[in-house]
């Protein structure tokens, strides 16, 4: 008997194909160096096929108390005769002397970034502290150990895609977290930031972690869009009819698209202030003292100098430059780049109702609010004059409900999460300290108001923004400097630049910060019949239901069930 269990013994170590296994992965090697800073070096079997190994791919080592799960951040080959380098043998149509040579004089090795470790006692994730010791054996991890550090889909968490390697397991971000602070959607033009940031915003409003406010710059968020194979995608409000408002500031655009919206959005200059102006120095070419300038007027004409400004003739300039200090050719200058509002039909004398308060009380009823800019999209003055005009109001109005919540709970509004697209010309370093962007992203959740920024520049961004991001979800990027920005502290970054600099164009992306345990690549979940299914299932009143079913006819049976 005894030497039945030995033989069974031998045979799960070293079994007669070569190939060692767990009952949680497949061996891939031994620990033979490393440090806790640096991460761990990993010398491959001789079976393990170095070519199906990736950057971004989880293993776990055994060590003798705890698990540790760890992320391969380099694959190298080497060798401890440099000998074999200068002058490699002749083994190319001899397989016996090749299998001598692999594993022996030449091998392969991994770099593994320590993530996570799991004591044996509890099975509970906690950070990295120490590191298993020599020899230590090295799997692939598995859909168990995946689903051990993850956890399950639930009224919080969300399943935003699979990791690497294992397309059955899900990564399922923790939404009460994620909105707690301010979150970064970062990846070079055309990788698909908008489908990713759609699926955030989905879960989102399906788990009812928080209210949106999304400056929708090419009318991808609110209704239908067309992805890059020309095939149409749901938006927001046809997902969540009871949970979501399209308002619009171009109505004529939004009735081409068959968008359905709740109103027409309508500034009048009077409600303009100088610190909205300011917002535009760099799109508009501002300089000091034109700022300076509007300010003055404000001062000296009062709430209508806009619309006097645009029609000033030279005898107000004359006016102005013999009462103030200002002179005759900045006040000339600034009233050219003023008339371009003129251009914008959503500019009026003075509106006849107050735009902020009607999107205020669409927010607290938790509905979630996509503003359609349409073809004003196209351009970037008016995003940054609208987006920066309804956000300083808003915010002005979360602070003081907020305040009064203090003596009365029952005045706290819901948590609410602002999204922008070309953050960094919101959160540029030089004007981000005085932006109500920069200041949102600085009180964390103190207000109950975070962002959610759109970048393909995450570079452009102010540091100490960029270190206030809670949740940082990145896809490709080659440019160095953004790489740079967006690894600024996030601990084992040396690791992870290689992860993101080889992630695919499309479906891939890396998610670091507080919504998760730990770093993690994903390949995001498709964005298809199967994912508005998922969502919109359980998350539709009866009589949002009815609704729908009514605007959509007989297909609505098949569609909403």
């Not at 380099?74 to 083994?91: F, K, R, V, Y």
């Not at 907020?402 to 070309?422: C, H, N, R, S, Y």
């Not at 990145?474 to 690791?495: F, Q, Y």
Request: hydrophobic content about 40%; some cysteine; glycine content about 8%.
């Amino acid at each position: 008997m005894a030497s039945t269990n030995g033989v069974e013994n031998l045979e799960t170590w070293f079994p007669r194909d070569g190939k060692l296994s767990a009952e949680n992965g497949t061996r891939l090697g031994v620990v033979v160096g490393g440090s806790l800073s640096k991460g761990l070096v990993v010398k491959l079997d001789p079976h393990q096929p170095i070519e199906d190994l990736a950057v971004g791919r989880y293993v776990v080592v055994h060590g003798d108390m705890k698990k540790f799960f760890c992320m391969i951040t380099d694959i190298a080959l080497d060798s401890p005769n440099p000998s074999i380098q200068s002058d490699p043998p002749e083994i190319a149509n001899d397989p016996f002397l090749r299998a001598v040579y692999v594993g022996t004089a030449a091998y392969g090795k991994i770099h593994a970034a320590l993530m996570l470790a799991i004591d044996e006692d509890d099975n509970e994730p906690r950070p990295v502290k120490t590191i298993p010791g020599h020899f230590m054996q090295v799997f692939n991890a598995t859909t168990e150990d995946v689903n051990a550090v993850f956890g399950v889909e639930d009224g919080s968490h969300f399943n935003v895609g699979a990791p690497l390697e294992l397309p059955d397991t899900q990564i399922n971000l923790d939404l009460k977290r994620l909105v707690e602070r301010s979150v970064g959607v970062f990846g070079k033009s055309g990788t698909g930031k908008s489908f990713l940031t759609r699926v955030l915003l989905a879960g989102i409003i399906a788990r009812q972690q928080a209210v949106n406010l999304i400056f929708d710059m090419h009318n991808d968020y609110g209704w239908e869009v067309q992805n890059e194979g020309k095939a149409r995608a749901k938006g927001l409000n046809q997902l969540f009819p009871s949970k979501v408002s399209i308002v619009t500031l171009d109505a004529e655009s939004s009735r081409r698209r068959n968008a359905r919206y709740d109103f027409e959005v309508k500034i009048g200059y009077t409600e303009i202030e100088p610190e909205d102006i300011a917002m535009l120095r760099e799109t508009m070419s501002l300089s000091d003292a034109m700022i300076d300038a509007s300010y003055t007027l404000r001062k000296h004409w009062g709430k209508g100098w806009i619309h006097k400004l645009i029609h000033a003739t030279a005898a107000d300039m004359d006016e102005i430059e013999a009462a103030t200090p200002q002179r005759a050719g900045t006040l000339a200058a600034l009233q050219r780049r003023v008339q371009r509002f003129e251009r914008w039909d959503f500019l009026i004398p003075e509106a006849a109702g107050d735009t902020v308060q009607q999107i205020i009380n669409i927010l607290e009823n938790n509905r979630s609010v996509v503003l359609e800019f349409g073809r004003y999209g196209n351009s970037l003055e008016a995003y940054i004059l609208v987006a920066n005009y309804l956000t300083r109001r808003i915010h002005e109005m979360y602070v003081e409900r907020v305040e009064k919540a203090m003596g009365d709970p029952a005045m706290e509004p819901p948590q609410l999460v602002i999204t922008i697209e070309e953050a960094h010309k919101f959160l540029d370093p030089h004007i981000a300290s005085q932006t109500i962007f920069g200041i949102i992203a600085r009180e964390l959740r103190k207000y109950k108001v975070t962002l959610l920024i759109v970048d393909q520049r995450p570079s452009g961004i102010d540091e100490e923004v960029m270190s206030q991001i809670g949740t940082r979800v990145t896809a490709l990027l080659d440019n160095e400097r953004d790489i740079n920005a967006v690894l600024t502290g996030i601990s084992g970054a040396g690791g992870l630049r290689e992860v993101l600099a080889r992630l695919d164009t499309k479906q891939q992306a890396i998610i670091m910060g507080h919504a998760v345990p730990m770093p993690v690549v994903v390949k995001t979940r498709d964005y298809n019949d199967d994912f508005y299914k998922s969502v919109m299932d359980g998350n539709l009143k009866s009589e949002a239901v009815s609704t729908v079913r009514s605007r959509l006819g007989n297909s609505g049976d098949r569609r909403i069930r």
